[in-house]
Nanobody, 123 residues
């Protein structure tokens, strides 16, 4: 089993930034990829950004050029730097981990999920 704990969510004005963190523990050696997904009220869950054990990254179209996913392998932590935030970025952000390396559009195939952290962007 793998446990994921997110932190860093909160309230921010449009144009600002936040950095989310996700600390992994447990059977970490089984993880090949980690990703952030988000779900806004009334909307489907969507991929925000993912990173594989090899360092390959993938971003959702709506965040490309604004968000950056990174990792600290020594700390077993993945980060999501969110710049130029918009009200439409408001959502619950979930950290996920997978034994494979495919980031599906909705995250249905991801093996492990954190509890989620709320990001609210106001104009």
């Amino acid at each position: 089993q793998v446990q994921l704990v997110e932190s860093g969510g909160g309230l921010v004005q449009a144009g600002g930034f936040l950095r989310l963190s996700c600390a992994a523990s447990g059977s970490i050696s089984s993880i090949n990829a980690m990703a952030w997904y988000r779900q806004a009220p009334g909307k489907e869950r969507e991929l925000v950004a993912g990173i594989t054990i090899g360092g390959s990254t993938k971003y959702g179209d709506s965040v490309k050029g604004r968000f950056i996913i990174s990792r600290d392998r020594a700390k077993n932590t993945v980060y999501l730097r969110m710049n130029s935030l918009r009200p439409e970025d408001t959502a619950v952000y979930y950290c996920t981990a997978d034994r494979g390396s495919y980031f599906g559009p909705s995250g249905d195939g991801m093996d492990y999920w954190g509890q989620g952290t709320l990001v609210t962007v106001y104009s």
